[in-house]
């Protein structure tokens, strides 16, 4: 399965204990085959503005979402390929754009603006970061992953997360993956990605091993931890208000 750089799909996300985990897989694997990272520990920067509105505008937001970040498989050095995105959801569709390019050169473009290339996919990701007047890392979310893909439809993706750890603070790529936890040890979270359609076995073998959706967002629950606020509590802007669809001023009452 090649690298794709661009995804709409539908993702949904389950906590699991790992009973649930091995069971769910004694059901499902006969359709299941180790995606082109396998098992991998994934990296994610998260870009930010200095009062974190990326991420204050998703987490209130009802509609629309949109995430920046940098994404590495393992601890890269500063020539190794790492990928620049800009993921959005909107009404429950996730869309993602991503170019793929060396650290030393995503860091060029995140730090000083010296654009890779001249893609669509880069001229998107640079509206993205004129608009927030060049967010910087302010995250660093880290998890080891085990993914798969059904041969006979590869639009269907399912993970398994665990070790899903954060920091704040020396947010570089090239210096690890070391964090805070973030979920408890026995926590495992499942993401099913779809071009929409679940097809029936896996939703049966969800049914059978009494596995239901869990909404849960790790860079959102990792910046209100952070910022010494409980994940349940949903913080509002100054003034109850955020644009968070460019141009379109969102009222919260």
């Not at 020539?79 to 959801?89: G, Q, R, Y």
Request: glycine share 4%; net charge positive; aromatic share 10%.
């Amino acid at each position: 399965m090649k690298d794709i750089m661009i995804f709409r799909r539908v993702e949904k996300k389950y906590r699991l204990t790992p009973e649930q985990k091995d069971a769910l897989l004694s059901l499902i694997s006969p359709h299941l085959t180790p995606d082109v990272h396998g098992r991998n520990t994934i990296c994610s920067l998260y870009l930010d503005t200095p009062d974190h509105l990326i991420i204050r505008n998703s987490i209130i937001a009802r509609t629309y979402k949109e995430k920046l970040r940098l994404r590495s498989y393992g601890t890269p050095g500063m020539e190794d390929l790492v990928f620049l995105e800009i993921k959005k959801k909107f009404k429950g569709v996730v869309y993602k754009r991503r170019e793929r390019m060396p650290l030393q050169q995503a860091m060029a473009y995140i730090e000083q603006g010296v654009k890779p290339c001249d893609s669509q996919i880069m001229r998107e990701i640079d509206y993205a970061m004129h608009f927030y007047h060049q967010p910087q890392p302010a995250m660093l979310i880290a998890y080891d992953r085990e993914a798969y893909f059904d041969e006979a439809n590869p639009n269907l993706r399912i993970t398994f997360d665990t070790n899903i750890r954060y920091r704040d603070k020396d947010c570089h790529l090239e210096h690890g993956s070391e964090g805070t936890r973030l979920l408890p040890e026995d926590v495992i979270l499942m993401e099913i990605k779809t071009d929409g359609a679940m097809p029936v076995w896996l939703a049966k073998a969800l049914s059978t091993c009494s596995i239901r959706p869990s909404r849960f967002s790790k860079y959102a629950n990792a910046y209100l931890i952070s910022a010494g606020l409980s994940p349940a509590f949903v913080p509002a802007p100054v003034n109850q208000s955020v644009t968070n669809v460019r141009g379109e001023f969102v009222t919260h009452a």
